[in-house]
């Protein structure tokens, strides 16, 4: 079992950044792929950023490419979320994921945190 506990959520003004972290535990964090997922009220939840075991690749949904940078400490079992220039439509709920291989869905992710909320106001 891997254990996630997402931080750093919170209300900002569109423009602004926010990090969130994800803390892992329970088994060896560089054996997972870890990705970060949001989902707004009514929607399906989306990949945004994934990064690979070592933190070599990435990959990034387009509506966030050039704003949010994906990164990983595997010696502090911690992957991040940087969020620069942050919009309205950015508002949901975000959640980090891991698995053991490269996946797209979220019922591809076999380990899950709680979700923190992210806000963006205009």
């Known amino acids: 079992q891997v254990q996630l506990v997402e931080s750093g959520g919170g209300l900002v003004q569109a423009g602004g950044s926010l990090r969130l972290s994800c803390a892992a535990s329970g088994r060896t964090f560089s054996d997972y792929v870890m990705g970060w997922f949001r989902q707004a009220p009514g929607k399906e939840r989306v990949l945004v950023a994934r990064i690979a075991w070592s933190g070599g690749s990435t990959y990034y949904a387009d509506s966030v490419k050039g704003r949010f940078t994906i990164s990983r400490d595997n010696a502090k079992n911690t992957v991040y979320l940087q969020m620069n220039s942050l919009k309205p439509e950015d508002t949901a709920v975000y959640y980090c994921?891991?698995?053991?291989?490269?996946?797209?869905?979220?019922?591809?992710?076999?380990?899950w945190g709680q979700g923190t909320q992210v806000t963006v106001s205009s």
């Open positions: 994921a891991a698995d053991r291989s490269s996946r797209w869905y979220w019922n591809e992710y076999g380990f």
